[in-house]
């Protein structure tokens, strides 16, 4: 299983961005997709999460202003971020957590990670 991450970039405080995360391979079933952000030498925080019954769950930092989704028919998920803060400056990661075909046991499968850098 591959995650591949992109959107994101500059932008100014107030801004808006969307981050992308699609997931290839054989995957059987999703149950959890979960963006973090993490600085170097920092500790990681989970930013929002979207369970396969559709549940979300987010950050108390980022609440009312970020927008977790799923695209079920491109095993995408999105982080949709609205008025964006310097204090958002960070790393984003995606993860999956996924049944393969191969196996009966699910995995989490990471993101290379995409730079969010929001100026005052």
């Known amino acids: 299983v591959q995650l591949v991450e992109s959107g994101g970039g500059l932008v100014q405080a107030g801004g808006s961005l969307r981050l992308s995360c699609a997931a290839s391979g054989s995957i059987f079933s999703i149950s959890a997709m979960v963006w973090y952000r993490q600085a170097p030498g920092e500790q990681r925080e989970l930013v929002a999460t979207?369970?396969?019954?559709?549940?979300?769950n987010y950050a108390d930092s980022v609440k009312g202003r970020f927008t977790i989704s799923r695209d079920n028919a491109k095993n995408t998920v999105l982080l949709q971020m609205n008025s964006l803060k310097p204090e958002d400056t960070n790393m984003y990661y995606c993860?999956?957590?996924?049944?393969?075909?191969?196996?009966?046991?699910?995995?989490?499968?990471w993101g290379q990670g995409t730079q969010v850098t929001v100026s005052s």
């Open positions: 979207f369970t396969s019954g559709g549940s979300t």
């Open positions: 993860t999956f957590t996924v049944r393969t075909r191969a196996s009966p046991y699910a995995s989490t499968y």
